[in-house]
């Protein structure tokens, strides 16, 4: 506060006065005339006094109920380092309010937390979202009423087109993407239609068949699991000296299917000759509606978008053929072979931009899967000599496509000069399964299947693999689940998932109304007893309701009861795997959600 001429000012208890220190008269008025200068400058005043002006014998310190600077006056401030730089740092500390000062070291310490930051091959980024915050400030936040202030919060801005695209390449800036989906951002509109536009045009002209040379990263399913795909890149390395290939299924069951499609195709565009895309079942508007892959995109963009990514998954290719070293050539695909392909030759006249049929070659390269290994349990009503003549059998779990034998994939191998296929599609407890089909006299197993998502719809518990394909050994790696942000079943409000627990609760209530209005009967009038009759029948209603679930409930429990013997012997991955049957395979043929038109121009084979 300004003091009177010929008063002093107050100086805080805790820092000592400028002048306190030792130094010449002259030194002392020198000092006396800068820090006057500064808070004349600060303060936008002028420093000569006139008889109508309050004058100052010393610089005024603007204490704990000095006015706060706002960040214009901090600039200007900071214009005039010069003078400042020349003030003992006493002085200078006290120029700025002490509100302030807290409140700037308060934000400092929320908003620019010391994150653990480790190398990317594209930029430096941070693993671990969680800041440290300090205690003394947690009861006291500063811009943030949340609870839980040790997570922090999801990002609001759009990431806009111009930030997200180079301008001299108008190629993606790979890290600022990163960093901004690992935060839970959204793209602007403009911009992820931009993404997947050039995407698109770069993958449509691929063709069905991909030739890959080694060294190859292979990945298969990833079901959005964002954060584990960003963990296992950071394993297998950066992609400028190594080639990527996906084996498809990148989204539905996990809540991130869009963040992945998106970082994908910024690798794609970025190093369209190292990172290459294959089509899984899950790229298709079948199965994006029956699961949450639609849902996930009018929830986090609009229709439009979701459009868009339908016309990218008819464009991806369907195969790839690795070369390079010892091992001979492999082929590539999601799901395997079928009666209809008879050669490589057969995949390249597939015409693949259309929504995958339910049956023909282009079905099983998605949908297929080989038989399991010969065992009593599997195969009671077939001996293991039956079981070495398997051709191809009905793939009864999936409802379509088949079961592939070693009758079928090894003659395919032979006649395509193959030394195995290399496929996805399949969850399995340790990432990956080596299928010899019998075959013991083999260096390599026929087939091999990699699945990449760890901890599959958090709850089987299994491990992620990938593998890498070099010139002297394929080596199958695997890899653990990572920490992720968690959502309610369909992205719904907290509100509407609480709905069907409150409706019980309000059903208890009415039935214990109804008790005591009709105890109470005789003594009413006849309104009260016709709005009594309606409220019985409201509770008739909302019984039957409720009675309807709790019988599908117990029904469901006794099924469960009723395999829970045989499910004791059965591992956690085999306990899950036998109840998520339903979920892997196809939908009904038909099937789409009400209001939707699912062909959008293209030929649907249901």
Request: hydrophobic residues 35%; proline residues 6%.
């Amino acid at each position: 506060k300004k003091r009177k001429k010929g008063r002093k000012a107050a100086w805080p208890a805790s820092q000592s006065r400028p002048t306190d220190s030792p130094m010449t008269d002259a030194a002392a008025a020198t000092a006396q005339e800068q820090a006057t200068a500064a808070v004349t400058d600060l303060t936008g005043g002028s420093s000569s006094s006139s008889s109508d002006e309050e004058e100052y014998d010393e610089p005024v310190a603007l204490g704990d109920s000095g006015s706060a600077c706002t960040d214009f006056d901090l600039q200007r401030l900071s214009a005039s380092h010069k003078t400042v730089s020349n003030i003992a740092p006493s002085t200078a500390t006290m120029l700025l309010p002490r509100a302030y000062r807290i409140q700037q070291q308060q934000k400092q310490e929320l908003e620019e937390p010391k994150y653990p930051l480790v190398k990317s091959y594209s930029h430096t980024h941070a693993i671990d979202a969680r800041p440290e915050v300090n205690p003394k400030l947690a009861g006291k936040p500063v811009g943030d009423d949340r609870v839980v202030r040790s997570v922090p919060p999801p990002e609001t801005r759009l990431l806009e087109s111009n930030l997200l695209f180079c301008a001299d390449d108008n190629k993606p800036l790979i890290g600022l993407l990163r960093t901004h989906l690992f935060k839970e951002g959204r793209l602007e509109k403009k911009a992820a239609l931009q993404m997947i536009e050039m995407g698109t045009n770069i993958i449509s002209k691929e063709p069905n068949i991909l030739h890959i040379n080694t060294p190859v990263i292979t990945i298969g399913d990833l079901h959005g699991q964002f954060y584990d795909l960003l963990s296992m890149l950071d394993s297998a390395g950066p992609p400028t000296d190594q080639n990527y290939l996906f084996l498809g299924d990148y989204v539905d069951r996990g809540d991130f299917s869009t963040e992945i499609v998106l970082y994908l195709l910024a690798l794609k565009i970025t190093y369209p000759d190292r990172v290459f895309l294959l089509r899984g079942n899950h790229e298709s508007r079948l199965m994006c509606e029956y699961m949450t892959f639609l849902i996930e995109c009018e929830y986090k963009y609009d229709e439009e978008v979701y459009d868009a990514f339908m016309k990218l998954f008819d464009s991806l290719p369907l195969a790839a053929i690795l070369h390079g070293g010892q091992h001979g050539v492999s082929l590539c695909m999601h799901g395997g072979i079928g009666p209809d392909i008879k050669t490589i030759n057969d995949i390249a006249k597939i015409y693949r931009f259309v929504e995958p049929p339910s049956e023909g070659a282009l079905c099983d390269l998605l949908w297929s899967d080989p038989v399991n290994e010969w065992s009593v349990e599997d195969f009671e009503e077939i001996s293991k000599e039956d079981w070495f003549k398997i051709k191809y059998i009905d793939n009864i779990p999936r409802h379509t496509s088949f079961f592939y034998g070693r009758a079928a994939l090894e003659p395919f191998l032979k006649l395509n000069n193959l030394t195995c296929i290399i496929r996805g599609h399949q969850v399995q407890d340790a990432g990956f399964m080596r299928h010899f089909f019998g075959a013991k006299n083999r260096a390599l197993p026929m087939c091999y299947t990699v699945f990449s998502a760890p901890n599959y719809c958090d709850q089987y518990g299994n491990s992620g693999s990938y593998m890498k394909y070099t010139d002297t050994a394929i080596t199958l790696v695997p890899y653990k689940a990572s920490p992720h942000p968690y959502n309610l079943p369909d992205f719904i409000d907290c509100f509407t998932y609480s709905i069907p627990s409150l409706l019980e609760n309000i059903v208890v209530i009415l039935q214990k109304l109804v008790i005591q209005l009709k105890d109470a009967g005789p003594h009413m009038s006849e309104t009260e007893q016709l709005a009594d009759e309606q409220l019985k029948k409201k509770c008739i209603k909302l019984f039957a309701e409720t009675e309807k679930v709790r019988v599908k409930r117990e029904a469901i429990k006794r099924t469960v009861m009723a395999y829970s013997e045989k499910m004791e012997k059965l591992s956690r991955f085999q306990k899950v795997a036998q109840r998520d049957l339903a979920n892997e395979a196809q939908p009904p043929p038909g099937f789409y959600r009400a209001g939707r038109r699912p062909d959008r121009g293209h030929t649907l084979y249901v």
